[in-house]
């Protein structure tokens, strides 16, 4: 009797414990099926303008520049520019001493002189000469001149014209030997060959010029109001680039600011090592802010489209590139749903989307690294367009 009541003591307890448990699970799914609303910040949809470039680097060159060298051997007598200083095509920078040259110049100039004065003497003994050969003819026809007499005065009167041929020519020697030594004398006055900023200078007064090729030189001349930036398109990008296209970037060296250039030319070989292409961008400088030899980054407009819808990259879920698929949260109600959606076109931190959403959907943009398909969400910021 007592084991029996036993049994049914245990029995019931066993009941109550089965159904304490029951009441357990169902209370945790009800907390499961009641999840907090997570707070998220969205945007929206909205069709846009997407500028579609190919990402370049390179460093910037003046597009004139002139290394100026001395054309003779001398010693610097005088310089007459500093560095920083600009100056225009013609400008003096400095002379070279040519006290020998200007000694030729003398020389020359004299034996010119010369020459000339033997010219005019031949001249007038050609015009003596031809007036006793026209004086025998004529005593010849009167009879009281032998023919002896014609033939010697004629004779005289070639002769007195090769003179003159060769006295004219010894004119044109002595002053191609003037305009030489003139040549020379002017060369010891170095002058800018074009308009500029001297970059560099490199003699002072009393320094050994030289007039050898090997030599260094002697002053820098860059024109920073025209700059050519030369970049490297790789070999996918290479068919979207043309000359006239645009292109924007920025430097280190201001930071904020974004300048711009446009593409000029477009090599017609390709680099036989990596078989990438070299383009030469041009940029207007006139405020000449931007220098020779900075280092720029930016992209080569390549096509311009309008009502594109685009996301920032960090709103997109287990982001495909290269096959263009991706994962995007969009707020319907008060919860969220995840799209699958296609990628398009990459424009630097905003991507394309396709297909898979509309204009006028809300997604999310932040708070979305926890969330799941159909939970609920809270509202609690974000931009009311992109």
Same mark, same amino acid.
């Given at each position: 009797?007592?084991?029996?009541? +036993?049994?049914?003591?245990?029995?019931?307890?066993?009941?109550?414990?089965?159904?304490? *448990?029951?009441?357990?699970?169902?209370?945790?799914?009800?907390?499961?099926?009641?999840?907090?609303?997570?707070?998220?910040?969205?945007?929206?949809?909205?069709?846009?303008?997407?500028?579609?470039?190919?990402?370049?680097?390179?460093?910037?060159?003046?597009?004139?520049?002139?290394?100026?060298?001395?054309?003779?051997?001398?010693?610097?007598?005088?310089?007459?520019?500093?560095?920083?200083?600009?100056?225009?095509?013609?400008?003096?920078?400095?002379?070279?001493?040519?006290? %020998?040259?200007?000694?030729?110049?003398?020389?020359?100039?004299?034996?010119?002189?010369?020459?000339?004065?033997?010219?005019?003497?031949?001249?007038?003994?050609?015009?003596?000469?031809?007036?006793?050969?026209?004086?025998? *003819?004529?005593?010849?026809? $009167?009879?009281?001149?032998?023919?002896?007499?014609?033939?010697?005065?004629?004779?005289?009167?070639?002769?007195?014209?090769?003179?003159? %041929?060769?006295?004219?020519?010894?004119?044109?020697?002595?002053?191609?030997?003037?305009?030489?030594?003139?040549?020379?004398?002017?060369?010891?006055?170095?002058?800018?060959?074009?308009?500029?900023?001297?970059?560099?200078?490199?003699?002072?007064?009393?320094?050994?010029?030289?007039?050898?090729?090997?030599?260094?030189?002697?002053?820098?001349?860059?024109?920073?109001?025209?700059?050519?930036?030369?970049?490297?398109?790789?070999?996918?990008?290479? $068919? =979207?680039?043309?000359?006239?296209?645009?292109?924007?970037?920025?430097?280190?060296?201001?930071?904020? %600011? %974004?300048?711009?250039?446009?593409?000029?030319?477009?090599?017609?070989?390709?680099? +036989?090592?990596?078989?990438?292409?070299?383009?030469?961008? =041009?940029?207007?400088?006139?405020?000449?802010?931007?220098?020779?030899?900075?280092?720029?980054?930016?992209?080569?407009?390549?096509?311009?489209?309008?009502?594109?819808?685009?996301?920032?990259?960090?709103?997109?879920?287990?982001?495909?590139?290269?096959?263009?698929?991706?994962?995007?949260?969009?707020?319907?109600?008060?919860?969220?749903?995840?799209?699958?959606?296609?990628?398009?076109?990459?424009?630097?931190?905003?991507?394309?989307?396709?297909?898979?959403?509309?204009?006028?959907?809300?997604?999310?943009?932040?708070?979305?690294?926890?969330?799941?398909?159909?939970?609920?969400?809270?509202?609690?910021?974000?931009?009311?367009?992109?």
């Amino acid at each position: 009797m007592i084991r029996i009541f +036993s049994l049914i003591i245990v029995a019931v307890l066993g009941a109550g414990s089965l159904y304490g *448990c029951s009441r357990q699970g169902e209370a945790t799914a009800s907390q499961v099926s009641k999840r907090p609303p997570l707070a998220v910040e969205v945007a929206i949809l909205t069709p846009g303008r997407q500028v579609e470039g190919v990402r370049v680097t390179g460093t910037l060159a003046p597009k004139d520049q002139a290394e100026v060298k001395t054309e003779i051997a001398g010693l610097v007598r005088e310089v007459f520019v500093t560095e920083w200083v600009r100056v225009e095509k013609g400008t003096p920078l400095a002379r070279i001493d040519v006290s %020998e040259t200007e000694a030729q110049v003398r020389r020359a100039q004299a034996a010119q002189a010369q020459a000339q004065a033997a010219l005019a003497e031949a001249e007038v003994a050609a015009v003596r000469a031809e007036r006793e050969r026209n004086r025998a *003819c004529q005593l010849k026809a $009167a009879g009281l001149a032998t023919q002896q007499g014609v033939d010697d005065a004629e004779s005289e009167e070639a002769t007195a014209r090769t003179r003159v %041929e060769a006295a004219r020519a010894l004119v044109g020697t002595a002053r191609e030997e003037g305009r030489q030594a003139e040549s020379r004398l002017a060369k010891g006055l170095v002058r800018a060959p074009m308009a500029g900023v001297v970059a560099l200078r490199a003699i002072n007064v009393g320094d050994l010029a030289s007039d050898a090729a090997a030599a260094p030189s002697a002053f820098t001349i860059v024109d920073n109001r025209r700059l050519d930036l030369t970049v490297t398109i790789p070999a996918p990008d290479q $068919a =979207k680039v043309r000359p006239g296209q645009s292109l924007t970037f920025t430097t280190e060296a201001m930071p904020g %600011e %974004e300048f711009s250039g446009r593409v000029e030319y477009i090599n017609p070989l390709l680099d +036989s090592a990596d078989r990438s292409l070299k383009v030469v961008v =041009k940029v207007e400088n006139d405020d000449e802010r931007l220098k020779g030899g900075m280092f720029v980054s930016g992209r080569i407009i390549v096509a311009e489209r309008d009502g594109i819808l685009q996301v920032p990259r960090p709103a997109l879920l287990g982001w495909q590139m290269a096959a263009g698929q991706a994962g995007l949260f969009v707020v319907e109600g008060d919860t969220v749903q995840r799209r699958e959606v296609k990628t398009g076109a990459v424009d630097g931190d905003l991507v394309e989307i396709a297909s898979g959403a509309k204009a006028g959907e809300r997604y999310v943009i932040r708070g979305g690294f926890t969330l799941k398909d159909g939970d609920p969400v809270t509202v609690t910021g974000g931009k009311a367009a992109l």
